[in-house]
């Protein structure tokens, strides 16, 4: 089958087309042949060796998380899916996953994927996947968010594709949601029915913000609990989405404070993965950026890097 791979850690450019073997599903395990599949910051921190702990170091390297497409091959003792399905869901991060999306077909557990409704496109599927996952189990899970009452949601980074979608989503848990951003990220925070929109470029963030908040989710991880927790309520929750020194100082300190310190890391859960499947059949916004063939991806993660934002990739017709 054909993949976008690199020979090794470098340039985002030495990312080439190659052949590779097709992966062969064992017991419950299922092999999508992959329509497509988006971009995300992790690609492009494996590939240029800053994180590569979010992925198998195997030879040559095959990226890319997020997948949409239909079931070819199904391994002994699958349940629920079946061979012509078309499924969605994405591929776990760290060091015991060799595999990718930017290929052809890849192999995925079948307590690890959903259905997708017939009325998404595979692209808007394959896009709203990681991000969708990592929003709801940050602001839901890690976040504790009420589950009554209307409660008050932060989002930063809503221009990028972990941060737009956590508007939308926050709004599917019933919350109130205040959106912090540049740029496009104000149009689609708008878009989206965030009920306060602030310029982190024009004003002082978070300033003077009172204690409002249930759960402020630093999607864009460019700030620390410290600076917020003047705008939690009681027991509310900074949540992030890169563990580093900063948030451990952080984690230790919330301990005598009335706050709490979490990190989300998203996991690729069937019910959740239904629970996203039937928002997006229901019209959840997915805020996408541009659509490019799989044989773009080395530019693509280039543009993801400068500017961030939502980009879905055609794999299957893409090569
Ligand atoms: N832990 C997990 O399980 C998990 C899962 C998925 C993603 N992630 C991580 O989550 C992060 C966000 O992912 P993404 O896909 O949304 O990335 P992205 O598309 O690159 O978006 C990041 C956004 O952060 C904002 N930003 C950039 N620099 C900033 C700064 N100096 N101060 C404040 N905001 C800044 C920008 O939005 P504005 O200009 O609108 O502010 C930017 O669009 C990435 O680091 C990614 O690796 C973690």
Partial sequence: MKVI???G???LERMAQVEAPLPEPAGGEVRVR???????PADYKVI???MKFLHGRRRPLVVGYDFSGTVDAIGP???GVAPGDDVFGFLPYGPFNQQGAFAEALIAKCDAIAKKPASVPHERAAAAVTTGLTALQAIRDVGQLPATGRPQVLVTGVSGGVGSMAIAVAQRLGATVTAV???RGLEIARRLGAAAVIDRTKQSVPGHLSAQFDVVFDAAAAYRWREWR???KPNGTYVTTLPSLAFVVDKFRSLLAGSRVGFVNVKSRATDLRLLASWLEDGLDVS???TIPVREVPAGLRRLKEGGGRIAVRVADGF
């Fill in 5 to 7: 791979a690199a020979a």
């Fill in 9 to 11: 850690y470098g340039p």
């Fill in 34 to 40: 992959v329509v497509a599949s988006a971009l995300n």
């Fill in 48 to 50: 240029l060796g800053t």
């Fill in 77 to 79: 003792a699958v349940t």
């Fill in 181 to 183: 951003g540049s740029g």
């Fill in 230 to 232: 003047g705008a939690l």
């Fill in 288 to 290: 996408v950026l541009s």
